[in-house]
């Protein structure tokens, strides 16, 4: 699993959420929005793939059926532009400014489905995603764990990536685990089976210690 070095931004605080398909990021990254806003707090909301103008001609590649196969490393180094573009342009200018960023993915989602998922070197597509991102790590990392078979459920059409195989989706939940128990520091491991609120709760008990660096 990747070593736990890195960049943390000085101002701002950088929360991320990962997890796999139908897990309830979405929710959860609305939630912690709508309470930091409450508190009085400068929240940039944001994801990966997607935006920003390269991102989204790079997100309607690399998930649109139609584009059909890619070679592995191909879709890495797609991911690895987005997340270039999302960083130089989005992020870093956020939390310069002193804002909370709250992303729904950000590099690990790179090594778990790219390295765990398409069996890359796991060495190899951290490499490049640390590059692309100057290494910019997130102050705290949330993993919504759900069993594949639970989250795919929720879905009547799947893109690219949601349509791969079960046992892909189960290394990809792996990967994520692993990384989290690497670094439980960084990292807020919750049940997404468990109700929406009650995560909410988790996540901002999580996220409180860490606003003293955030601008109001």
């Known amino acids: 699993m990747p070593q736990q070095t890195g960049f943390y931004a000085p101002t701002g605080v ?15 990254t609305r939630a912690l929005e709508a309470w ?23 997100r309607q590649i690399v998930l649109d059926p139609a584009t059909g196969e890619l070679a592995d490393r191909t879709e890495t180094l797609l991911y ?3 997340k270039a573009e999302h960083v130089d342009t989005v992020v870093l200018p956020a939390l310069e400014r002193g804002e909370v960023v709250i ?3 950000y590099v690990d989602s790179s090594l778990a489905y790219q390295g765990a998922g398409r069996v890359l070197d796991l060495a190899e597509v951290e490499r490049v995603q640390r ?38 989706h189960e290394r990809v939940r792996a990967a994520f685990v692993e990384m989290a128990a690497a670094d ?4 807020l491991v919750v049940d997404a089976r468990r109700p929406v609120d009650d995560i909410a709760a988790d996540v901002r008990d999580r996220v409180e210690p860490l606003l003293g660096q955030a601008k109001r």
């Open 131 to 168: 590059w692309a991102t100057h290494d910019l790590r997130p102050h705290l990392t949330v993993v919504l764990d759900l069993a594949p078979e639970h989250g795919l459920g929720r879905f009547t059409e799947r893109d690219r990536i949601e349509g791969e195989s079960v046992e892909f």
């Open 36 to 58: 930091l806003r409450a508190e009085g707090y400068s929240v940039r909301l944001t994801f990966e793939p997607g935006d920003t103008e390269v991102g989204r001609r790079v």
């Open 184 to 187: 439980p520091d960084h990292y």
């Open 80 to 82: 690895a532009a987005d």
């Open 14 to 28: 950088f929360v991320c959420f990962e997890g796999g398909e139908g897990a309830g990021k979405s929710t959860q």
């Open 103 to 105: 992303t729904d993915r």
